[in-house]
């Protein structure tokens, strides 16, 4: 099993940044996916970037791509979704998941592992 725990987000406004953090613990893995999804308000569940653990290899939503950019850190496990030029759009729960294997999905379904999600906020 793995167990996800996502910190940062919060409120800012239109043109900010953030950056939010997934700790992953428990069973020791190298072959891994990790990925991020966001959910706004009365919309379905979408990808917006995840990266494979062991090649570094990374995938963007056509949304954020030239404004986020993701990253691992072996030594702690963890996970950070760097978010620049943030707009209201960006507005919603984000979760942190994670699958075995090197493929990137795009679909939650194949993701096995969740976090409790962190809500991310931004103002115009």
């Known amino acids: 099993q793995v167990q996800l725990t996502e910190s940062g987000g919060g409120s800012v406004r239109a043109g900010g940044s953030l950056r939010l953090s997934c700790a992953a613990s428990?069973?020791?893995?190298?072959?891994?996916?990790m990925g991020w999804f966001r959910q706004a308000p009365g919309k379905e569940r979408e990808f917006v970037a995840g990266i494979s653990w062991s090649s570094g290899d990374t995938l963007f939503a056509d949304s954020v791509k030239g404004r986020f950019s993701i990253s691992r850190d072996n030594a702690k496990n963890t996970m950070l979704l760097q978010m620049n030029s943030l707009s209201p759009e960006d507005t919603a729960i984000y979760s942190c998941?994670?699958?075995?294997?090197?493929?990137?999905?795009?679909?939650?379904?194949?993701?096995?592992?969740w976090g409790q999600g962190t809500q991310v906020t931004v103002s115009s």
């Open positions: 998941a994670a699958r075995f294997g090197n493929f990137i999905a795009t679909t939650r379904n194949l993701y096995a592992f």
């Open positions: 428990g069973r020791t893995f190298s072959n891994i996916v």
